[in-house]
């Protein structure tokens, strides 16, 4: 596994659109707060599998304090995720998650196909 880049972790959100517009801002963030949660699950995994493969190293605390700020910025971002389906309709957080879920599978099938042409071109 790669290190995780937000940038990559927030592009499903641009798709992510409110049934109604007013509560657009709302949906759009709630989306992103999604994402943020992931993306730092993933990261403190990554950091952690890191910390086995530099554990005679001293790079091993690097990668213990990567993973316990990833840690830290994930329950953030749950925190707020909540804060805002607190503010929305249901309704709007059903579809805003549909249609997260449904960029991120495209996403990945997109990457997976990606790198299975890269294999094949070697």
């Known amino acids: ?18 049934i109604n517009p007013k509560h657009q801002g ?25 910390e086995g493969v530099a554990e005679k190293t001293s790079r091993r605390k690097t990668f213990q304090s990567m993973e316990r700020r990833s840690l830290g910025q994930e329950e953030k971002w749950f925190d707020k995720s909540v804060d805002l389906e607190e503010q929305l309709p249901d309704r ?26 890269m294999v094949r071109s070697r």
């Open 26 to 50: 709302k949906v759009k963030k709630l989306a992103e707060a999604y994402r943020k949660i992931d993306f730092h699950a993933d990261t403190a995994m990554w950091a952690s599998d890191q």
């Open 92 to 117: 709007e957080i059903r579809n805003a998650l549909d249609m997260l879920y449904r960029a991120v599978d495209e996403l990945n099938g997109l990457a997976e196909f990606a790198r299975e042409v």
């Open 1 to 18: 596994m790669e290190q995780p880049t937000l940038s990559v972790y927030l592009l499903p959100c641009k798709d992510v659109v409110a």
